[in-house]
C-alpha cells in the first residue's frame, strides 16, 4: 500500500475513556428514569453526542423538547469532562508508541480524527498534544461518523488525497466513515466486527505490518 497518512480514531484507540462516557450516560439515564445499560451505550460508539442522546432518550417514557436536550447533553458533558482530569499518559493504550514511532521512522503523516468534542482536552491530559501533525474533532464537523467529514477534515489539514490515507477505527460506524471517504479502513476491537474493513487487527502493534 501506498500510505502516506494515518488517520487514528481517539477513543478505544489510542486512550480508552469508555467507562467514563457509560458512568456519565448512565447519570443521566438514572436521573430521568430512562432504562440503560451496556448494550445501548455499545450503539453510542462513534457517533455525537446529541445523537448518542436521541438514542437514550427512545426509551424515555416522554417526549424532550430541544431545550431540555440540549441541557441534558450538557448535565452528562460536564460529568465527563470532571472524570477526564483522571486521565494521565499511562493510560495511552498499548502498542501506540510502536506504531507512533515506526509511522514517524518512515515519514508517514498521523492525525487524530475524532467526532468527540473533547479531542483536545484528552490529548493534553495523556500528554499527545503536540504529537499529531493535525488534529480534526467533533468541533470542527457539522456531521457525525458513518459520514467521512472528520477524515476529510484530517486528511486536508495534512496536505494528503484520500486515497493515501489509512484510518485505524475501533468503532463500525467509523470503518463506515473510512470507506465512505474513499480511505483504506483497519479495524481494532469492536470494528473488526465489520464487513467492510480492509484489514483487522487485535492489536495496535500490529499495524506496523501493514504500512
Given at each position: 500500500?501506498?500510505?502516506?497518512?494515518?488517520?487514528?480514531?481517539?477513543?478505544?484507540?489510542?486512550?480508552?475513556?469508555?467507562?467514563?462516557?457509560?458512568?456519565?450516560?448512565?447519570?443521566?439515564?438514572?436521573?430521568?428514569?430512562?432504562?440503560?445499560?451496556?448494550?445501548?451505550?455499545?450503539?453510542?460508539?462513534?457517533?455525537?453526542?446529541?445523537?448518542?442522546?436521541?438514542?437514550?432518550?427512545?426509551?424515555?417514557?416522554?417526549?424532550?423538547?430541544?431545550?431540555?436536550?440540549?441541557?441534558?447533553?450538557e448535565y452528562k458533558n460536564d460529568i465527563y469532562r470532571k472524570s477526564l482530569e483522571d486521565l494521565s499518559k499511562e493510560d495511552i493504550l498499548p502498542g501506540f508508541w510502536?506504531?507512533?514511532?515506526?509511522?514517524?521512522?518512515?515519514?508517514?503523516?498521523?492525525?487524530?480524527?475524532?467526532?468527540?468534542?473533547?479531542?483536545?482536552?484528552?490529548?493534553?491530559?495523556?500528554?499527545?498534544?503536540?504529537?499529531?501533525?493535525?488534529?480534526?474533532?467533533?468541533?470542527?464537523?457539522?456531521?457525525?461518523?458513518?459520514?467521512?467529514?472528520?477524515?476529510?477534515?484530517?486528511?486536508?489539514?495534512?496536505?494528503?488525497?484520500?486515497?493515501?490515507?489509512?484510518?485505524?477505527?475501533?468503532?463500525?460506524?467509523?470503518?463506515?466513515?473510512?470507506?465512505?471517504?474513499?480511505?483504506?479502513?483497519?479495524?481494532?476491537?469492536?470494528?473488526?466486527?465489520?464487513?467492510?474493513?480492509?484489514?483487522?487487527?487485535?492489536?495496535?502493534?500490529?499495524?506496523?505490518?501493514?504500512?
Amino acid at each position: 500500500m501506498n500510505i502516506k497518512a494515518v488517520i487514528f480514531d481517539l477513543d478505544g484507540v489510542i486512550v480508552s475513556t469508555d467507562q467514563y462516557h457509560y458512568k456519565a450516560w448512565k447519570e443521566l439515564a438514572d436521573k430521568e428514569n430512562i432504562p440503560f445499560d451496556e448494550t445501548i451505550n455499545n450503539r453510542l460508539r462513534g457517533v455525537s453526542r446529541m445523537e448518542s442522546l436521541e438514542i437514550i432518550l427512545k426509551n424515555a417514557d416522554r417526549s424532550y423538547n430541544d431545550k431540555e436536550k440540549f441541557e441534558l447533553t450538557e448535565y452528562k458533558n460536564d460529568i465527563y469532562r470532571k472524570s477526564l482530569e483522571d486521565l494521565s499518559k499511562e493510560d495511552i493504550l498499548p502498542g501506540f508508541w510502536d506504531a507512533y514511532h515506526h509511522c514517524r521512522d518512515k515519514d508517514i503523516l498521523m492525525a487524530v480524527g475524532s467526532s468527540s468534542k473533547n479531542t483536545k482536552k484528552i490529548l493534553k491530559a495523556i500528554d499527545l498534544d503536540d504529537a499529531f501533525d493535525a488534529v480534526a474533532d467533533g468541533t470542527d464537523i457539522e456531521n457525525s461518523k458513518p459520514d467521512p467529514e472528520v477524515f476529510w477534515t484530517a486528511a486536508a489539514r495534512l496536505g494528503v488525497d484520500s486515497k493515501f490515507c489509512l484510518v485505524v477505527e475501533d468503532a463500525v460506524s467509523g470503518i463506515e466513515a473510512a470507506k465512505n471517504g474513499g480511505m483504506v479502513a483497519v479495524a481494532i476491537g469492536d470494528a473488526t466486527s465489520s464487513d467492510k474493513a480492509d484489514h483487522t487487527i487485535k492489536h495496535l502493534r500490529e499495524l506496523i505490518k501493514l504500512l
